[in-house]
C-alpha cells in the first residue's frame, strides 16, 4: 500500500470514528453528563486504551517530547479542547457542531500550511474551501430553539469556531514537527489525565449513572474520541501532510449525520441539510475527488495526436 492510500484509509478510518465520537457527545448530554464528566471520560478513558498499546508497542510517549512542546500539545488537543467542544454541544444542535469545528479545524490548518509552510494551496483546495464556508454560513443561520434558558445557539457556534480553531492549529503542528501518531496520542492522554483527573477530583462529584451508560460513554469518548481517532488521524497527517489531511474533517458532517439518524432518532431540517450537502460539495472539490471527471467533462473526449 502506498503512503497516500494508507493516509486516505487511515483519514477514513478517523472521520468515522469522529463522527460516532461527536453523536456520542450528543448522547451524553442528553443522559445527563456535563462537559466536565464527558472530558473526564475522554481522556481517562484515553489513556487507559493508550497504555496497553504503547507497552505492547514498547513506546515511550516521552522520548523527544520537550516541555513546551507537551505544553502546547495539551492546550490545543487535550482538556481545554474538549471541555470548549464539549460546552458547544450543550448550547448549539448536532449539526452545528459537526460542520463548524470540521470546516474551521480544515480552514485553519490550510491556512497555516500555505502562510508558514509556504506550501501553495490548489485552485480546487481553495474553491472546496470556499464553498465550505458557504456551508458553515448556511449552517450558522439556522439558530433555531436555544438549548440553554437566556444563551443564544451562536454562543455554541463561537465554542465550536474556537475548538476547531485549536484542533487546526495541532493538525499543522503535526505535519511540522513530523509527529509519531502512536507516541503523540499516548502522551497527550496521559498528561492530559495526571491534570485533569485531580481537578475533576476535587471540583466535581461522578453523576449517579447506570454502569451500561457508563462503558457506552467509555467507548465514545476514551476509546474512539481519545484514543482511535487521534491515532488514526495523525497517521494520516503523516502520509498525507497536514494540509492534505485536515480535508477530512469536512467528511465528518455528513458521517455524524448519517449515524445520528440510528444512534439519537435526529433528522436534519432543510437549512441542516442545505449547509451539509454544500460543505460535503466543498470537500469533493477539495480532495479533487471531482477534478478529474470535471476535467474530463469540459475537454470532451481525449484527443490522439499522431507524431509520427
Given at each position: 500500500?502506498?503512503?497516500?492510500c494508507?493516509?486516505?484509509?487511515?483519514?477514513?478510518?478517523?472521520?468515522?470514528?469522529?463522527?460516532?465520537?461527536n453523536?456520542?457527545?450528543e448522547?451524553?448530554?442528553?443522559?445527563?453528563?456535563?462537559?466536565?464528566?464527558?472530558?473526564l471520560l475522554?481522556?481517562?478513558?484515553?489513556?487507559?486504551?493508550?497504555?496497553?498499546?504503547?507497552?505492547?508497542?514498547?513506546?515511550?510517549?516521552?522520548?523527544?517530547?520537550?516541555?513546551?512542546?507537551?505544553?502546547?500539545?495539551?492546550?490545543?488537543?487535550?482538556?481545554?479542547f474538549?471541555?470548549?467542544?464539549?460546552?458547544?454541544?450543550?448550547?448549539?444542535?448536532?449539526?452545528?457542531?459537526?460542520?463548524?469545528?470540521?470546516?474551521?479545524?480544515?480552514?485553519?490548518?490550510?491556512?497555516?500550511?500555505r502562510?508558514?509552510?509556504?506550501?501553495?494551496v490548489?485552485?480546487?483546495?481553495?474553491?472546496?474551501m470556499?464553498?465550505?464556508?458557504?456551508?458553515?454560513?448556511?449552517?450558522?443561520?439556522?439558530?433555531?430553539?436555544?438549548?440553554?434558558?437566556?444563551?443564544?445557539?451562536?454562543?455554541?457556534?463561537?465554542?465550536?469556531l474556537?475548538?476547531g480553531?485549536?484542533w487546526?492549529?495541532?493538525?499543522?503542528?503535526?505535519s511540522?514537527?513530523?509527529?509519531?501518531?502512536?507516541?503523540?496520542?499516548?502522551?497527550?492522554?496521559?498528561?492530559?489525565?495526571?491534570v485533569?483527573?485531580?481537578?475533576y477530583?476535587?471540583?466535581?462529584?461522578?453523576?449517579?449513572?447506570?454502569?451500561?451508560?457508563?462503558?457506552?460513554?467509555?467507548?465514545?469518548?476514551g476509546?474512539?474520541?481519545?484514543?482511535?481517532?487521534?491515532?488514526?488521524?495523525?497517521a494520516?497527517?503523516?502520509r498525507?501532510?497536514g494540509?492534505?489531511?485536515?480535508?477530512?474533517?469536512?467528511?465528518?458532517?455528513?458521517?455524524?449525520?448519517?449515524?445520528?439518524?440510528?444512534?439519537?432518532?435526529?433528522?436534519?431540517?432543510?437549512?441542516?441539510?442545505?449547509?451539509l450537502?454544500?460543505?460535503?460539495?466543498?470537500?469533493?472539490?477539495s480532495?479533487?475527488l471531482?477534478?478529474?471527471?470535471?476535467?474530463r467533462?469540459?475537454?470532451?473526449?481525449?484527443?490522439?495526436?499522431?507524431?509520427?
Open positions: 500500500m502506498t503512503p497516500a494508507g493516509g486516505i484509509a487511515f483519514g477514513l478510518a478517523a472521520v468515522l470514528a469522529w463522527a460516532i465520537y453523536v456520542g457527545v448522547l451524553g448530554h442528553q443522559q445527563g453528563f456535563g462537559s466536565a464528566d464527558l472530558t475522554r481522556y481517562a478513558g484515553g489513556a487507559m486504551v493508550m497504555l496497553p498499546i504503547l507497552i505492547l508497542r514498547r513506546v515511550n510517549p516521552f522520548v523527544g517530547a520537550t516541555f513546551l512542546r507537551t505544553v502546547a500539545l495539551f492546550l490545543l488537543a487535550g482538556p481545554p474538549a471541555w470548549v467542544i464539549n460546552t458547544g454541544f450543550a448550547l448549539a444542535p448536532l449539526s452545528h457542531a459537526v460542520v463548524i469545528s470540521p470546516g474551521t479545524t480544515m480552514l485553519v490548518a490550510s491556512a497555516l500550511t502562510l508558514v509552510g509556504g506550501v501553495p490548489p485552485l480546487y483546495r481553495r474553491l472546496g470556499m464553498l465550505l464556508m458557504l456551508g458553515l454560513l448556511i449552517i450558522a443561520a439556522d439558530q433555531g430553539a436555544a438549548k440553554q434558558p437566556g444563551i443564544g445557539t451562536w454562543a455554541g457556534d463561537l465554542c465550536f474556537a475548538s480553531t485549536l487546526g492549529v495541532f493538525t499543522w503542528l503535526m511540522h514537527w513530523r509527529l509519531d501518531a502512536v507516541r503523540t496520542t499516548g502522551l497527550i492522554t496521559i498528561v492530559s489525565s495526571v485533569y483527573v485531580p481537578l477530583a476535587v471540583l466535581f462529584d461522578l453523576p449517579q449513572m447506570d454502569h451500561l451508560i457508563w462503558l457506552t460513554q467509555f467507548a465514545y469518548q476509546m474512539l474520541g481519545g484514543a482511535l481517532a487521534v491515532v488514526f488521524f495523525a494520516s497527517v503523516t498525507l501532510g494540509g492534505a489531511a485536515a480535508v477530512f474533517h469536512a467528511l465528518v458532517p455528513p458521517v455524524a449525520v448519517l449515524c445520528a439518524v440510528p444512534m439519537t432518532g435526529q433528522l436534519p431540517n432543510l437549512f441542516q441539510t442545505a449547509g450537502l454544500t460543505a460535503t460539495a466543498g470537500l469533493l472539490v480532495l479533487d471531482l477534478g478529474g471527471t470535471l476535467r467533462w469540459l475537454r470532451g473526449p481525449d484527443r490522439v495526436t499522431d507524431h509520427r
